[in-house]
């Protein structure tokens, strides 16, 4: 049930118990009439009706604690007109409405004033000790019960507005996780794309046709390495496993391929799937040191090493050796620092600095 259905079945369930109440007190002795006591009761009747519809529709802030005192008030003029009778459920009535729609220490007051109010009317009618001890226990357990229910409600909104909050949270966090795969995956493809571009027209320029055509082709391939390196990040999104030791196998051959370079991989341990965030940060560290070194130290040997540890996947990349001059225009993104907080996302951590002659990044993920 929505909040509005619930509050229109609490309205409809307060006119019932009203209509109970009128039928019961017009059965009572003496009855309500238009003369004399009875005319007493009538208006008493009347205008305690009047008091439970109009804080049963909730009229506001400002009317709302009128409403609720008068409706007190009735059931204390009521049970001074005819002692013994149902009058005193006005201010039981009345009660609970104040503790469910005024600020709590209002209502705290109204409901001390009636209680004293009915107690001392009792009291005065001659009502048994115990009846009184009843009625004004029953008045205090509805403001104390009444409190509760309040602060249950508090706690649920908190609850659903922390749960919307936590919602929200993870909706930003997964679309930052969103784009920076597909900035990485983009950044990568297209830089060194638009390096062998760049190389065939310079080629082109100084009528090295075949060369340029070399390059050309070369360019292809690293679109359609492109597009299926996007498939591959969707289907990590999507919580499919990465093959690991395959996607790092091929960025090896990749390097030795392209460059005419030493390229080593080697995987100790027994293979296992890992989660998608991990698989994929540790292809990512691949990825990101090999573009390093193709920029810092293109043509210098390198080696990768896949770990498979009892609580851990570690992966390193070394190279050393002489190297060409560097080169511009690469990039995949990030770099080590978006490396690192991808990392530290899955519970992981990267280190990376010189090592001999070369340098090392170091990769390990919790598995």
């Not at 050796?321 to 490396?339: E, H, I, K, N, R």
Request: proline share 5%; hydrophobic share 50%; aromatic share 4%.
């Amino acid at each position: 049930m929505t909040d509005r259905q619930i509050a229109r079945w609490r309205q409809l369930r307060s006119v019932i118990f009203l209509v109970i109440l009128t039928v019961a007190i017009f059965q009572d002795e003496p009855r309500p009439g238009l003369s004399g006591r009875g005319l007493a009761l009538l208006a008493g009747v009347a205008v305690g009706a009047a008091a439970w519809l109009a804080m049963t529709v909730r009229l506001g802030p400002r009317l709302q604690p009128w409403a609720t005192g008068i409706c007190m008030a009735t059931g204390v003029f009521m049970t001074a007109a005819r002692p013994g009778g149902y009058g005193a459920c006005y201010a039981l009535a009345a009660v609970v409405t104040a503790t469910a729609s005024l600020p709590l220490v209002q209502a705290a007051i109204q409901t001390g004033v009636a209680t004293a109010a009915l107690a001392v009317t009792h009291a005065l009618v001659g009502t048994p000790l115990e009846a009184i001890v009843i009625w004004a226990g029953a008045l205090l357990v509805i403001l104390l019960l009444g409190t509760i229910r309040r602060e249950r409600e508090a706690r649920a909104e908190q609850d659903k507005a922390l749960a919307g909050e936590q919602a929200r949270t993870a909706a930003l966090a997964e679309r930052a996780r969103l784009a920076r795969e597909i900035h990485d995956v983009l950044a990568h493809s297209l830089s060194a794309l638009s390096v062998q571009l760049e190389t065939a027209a310079a080629l082109l320029e100084r009528d090295r046709a075949a060369d340029a055509a070399v390059i050309v082709d070369k360019a292809g391939r690293l679109a359609r390495d492109g597009l299926t390196e996007t498939r591959r990040a969707v289907s990590a999104l999507r919580g499919d496993p990465v093959p690991l030791p395959e996607l790092v196998g091929e960025l090896a051959a990749g390097y030795r391929t392209d460059l005419d370079a030493p390229a080593t991989f080697a995987v100790d341990g027994d293979p296992r799937e890992l989660t998608p965030e991990a698989g994929l940060a540790l292809f990512r560290g691949a990825q990101e040191a090999l573009t390093n070194v193709r920029k810092h130290a293109p043509g210098s040997a390198v080696q990768l090493r896949l770990e498979y540890l009892p609580e851990a996947v570690r992966l390193t990349v070394r190279n050393h050796g002489p190297a060409g001059p560097p080169t511009t225009g690469l990039s995949s993104g990030y770099g080590l620092t978006g490396l690192r907080e991808r990392a530290e996302l899955a519970g992981g951590t990267v280190e990376a600095g010189p090592y001999a002659d070369g340098w090392l990044v170091d990769v390990k993920m919790p598995a």
